[in-house]
């Protein structure tokens, strides 16, 4: 079934509270993509930020973003006094996240909740206790532990014994913490209490959530911490080598990311279970998982632990299909897209032929009239999913406005482009009449928005995951207009309303029609 969807992260949403959460907000745009004829919304990595702000290095591979929960909710539900948030400054401007406003008043106003509802809510915080016991107490004693030795990575603690996780100082620590234990495990409460509340309102609409899974877990996670042996780690919990790509076109020191790589060979020996447990996780929260970075299941750059840039790796062999395969089997009722974009060797194309889970076709990447481009639309199959652009690319208007003369006329004439259309609408066009059977874009590309609105730039370490709509930028033409779009296509909801908003004829045709 043909279908289309939206790529926004809950970051993104508007907010008087600093930043997008899973209150009203995110059933409103849940409310406009079916009147969109969306049938799917895609997000970013939902688990909690760590330093630098991006979604892609959390705190856990299992826990939901604590920024996210809606305070507004809190206030209806008698967690929160109305002063209490209103009186706090969340930043000062609407268009994009100040995180470092949110990382200072967040957990305050948080605490204030858990110590009104953790006896209130005993019987469901048990039994959401128990229910995520794999994850949830490691994760709210780690949480607790970096406030108490002031947020330094784990690496770093000062109490050896801590880091190295002994049973009776780890009991020690949590008499100890209690109070920041039960903050952090409440928080992790409200988090799903509010997340299964939107998935299932956006269940009813008939769209399905997408969400990104990284292939590489953060070093300062309590993913690490809690279970070493799973990575490639010393005698001191110490990284050997961390992940990373080589030097390329773009980068001529490569670049260096940082995790820790895990400790395949061992992984392999209990059927891939510390992998079956994260897929469980991220099911959770998502209906489609797609996994960035998959060609790292191949092959992947190690970097000695303390290099200062990439430049000294090495390739080494990855699981591929073993791991692959128990995946595809494990969950064969899941959908996976396998992130297969850069430089791909014929061995990353067969594992990724061999999985059966649809690649990635970005538009933006289509247009190089210097060479032949996988990524034109007559060259898709239907099992693939078609971007304009990713979170990590330019926006379609900035993409266009950058690229050179000869490109810009290959693209002009491959998609027929024009001002009247607009060049963003013709990039729409294009991915919705392809063969793939899902397209996505982004709220930006379907708004015409320039640079202000790119999510991220990779390389850059600053400035990243700020952006976010603006009250009243998703307007009923606007709905309307996506839906005609996505009714010519052929990807409608079958679910969705027809729009209240008419759009003029004139708006969908190219100068090819004319």
């Not at 895990?262 to 994260?278: A, F, H």
């Not at 999913?385 to 900035?398: I, R, S």
Request: one cysteine or more.
């Amino acid at each position: 079934m043909r279908k289309s969807g939206i790529l926004l992260p809950i970051s993104s949403l508007p907010s008087r509270h600093g930043i997008g959460t899973l209150g009203e907000e995110a059933y409103k745009f849940a409310d406009f993509l079916a009147g969109a004829g969306q049938s799917a919304w895609q997000m970013l990595p939902l688990g909690p930020t760590s330093y630098g702000d991006s979604p892609y290095s959390s705190f856990s591979a299992n826990a939901g973003n604590p920024y996210y929960i809606d305070l507004d909710m809190l206030i209806a539900d008698g967690l929160l006094e109305p002063d209490e948030v209103e009186s706090v400054d969340w930043g000062e401007d609407p268009m994009y996240v100040d995180y470092g406003r949110i990382y200072e008043h967040r957990f305050d106003v948080l605490r204030l909740a858990a110590e009104r509802g953790w006896e209130r809510d005993a019987q469901e915080v048990a039994a959401f206790i128990d229910a995520n016991r794999g994850w949830l107490p490691d994760y709210a004693l780690f949480m607790a532990l970096k406030r108490h030795f002031g947020m330094v990575s784990w690496i770093e603690w000062p109490d050896e014994d801590a880091r190295m996780r002994v049973p009776e100082v780890l009991e020690k620590y949590r008499r100890e913490l209690d109070g920041d234990i039960r903050l952090f495990t409440y928080a992790q409460f409200l988090f799903f209490r509010q997340w299964d509340a939107l998935r299932s309102y956006v269940h009813s609409l008939g769209i399905e959530i997408i969400g990104d899974i990284p292939i590489y877990v953060a070093l300062d996670s309590a993913d690490v911490w809690s279970d070493p042996k799973s990575f490639l780690l010393d005698e001191r919990n110490r990284p050997t080598v961390v992940a990373g790509v080589p030097p390329d076109y773009f980068s001529a020191d490569g670049q260096l990311w940082g995790n820790p790589i895990y400790d395949w060979e061992r992984m392999k020996t209990d059927g891939y279970g510390w992998w079956i447990r994260r897929i469980e996780g991220a099911k959770r929260l998502y209906d489609v998982i797609r996994i960035d970075h998959f060609r790292g299941f191949d092959s992947y750059w190690a970097v000695p632990y303390g290099e200062k840039t990439a430049m000294n790796g090495e390739w080494r062999t990855g699981p591929g299909i073993s791991l692959v395969g128990v995946l595809r089997d494990w969950f064969h009722d899941t959908r996976f897209i396998a992130e297969d974009l850069g430089y791909l060797t014929p061995s990353v194309m067969q594992l990724v032929a061999d999985s059966g889970f649809p690649g990635m076709k970005v538009l933006e990447f289509a247009f190089d009239s210097r060479e032949p481009s996988n990524y034109l639309p007559h060259t898709y199959t239907p099992n693939c999913v078609c971007y304009v652009g990713t979170h990590d690319n330019e926006t379609a208007m900035q993409w266009y406005k950058k690229i050179s003369r000869d490109d810009a006329r290959f693209a002009r004439r491959y998609l027929g482009l024009n001002s009247r259309e607009g060049v963003n609408w013709g990039l729409i066009r294009g991915g919705m009449s392809s063969v793939a059977e899902l397209f996505v874009a982004q709220m930006s590309d379907f708004l015409g928005l320039g640079a202000e609105a790119r999510i991220n730039e990779p390389g850059t370490p600053t400035g990243n995951w700020r952006w976010r709509l603006q009250p009243g930028q998703l307007t009923g033409e606007l709905c309307a207009k996506i839906y005609e779009y996505t009714r010519m296509y052929g990807r409608l909801n079958p679910l969705s309303p027809a729009p209240a908003v008419p759009v003029k004829g004139k708006a969908l045709r190219s100068e090819a029609e004319k």
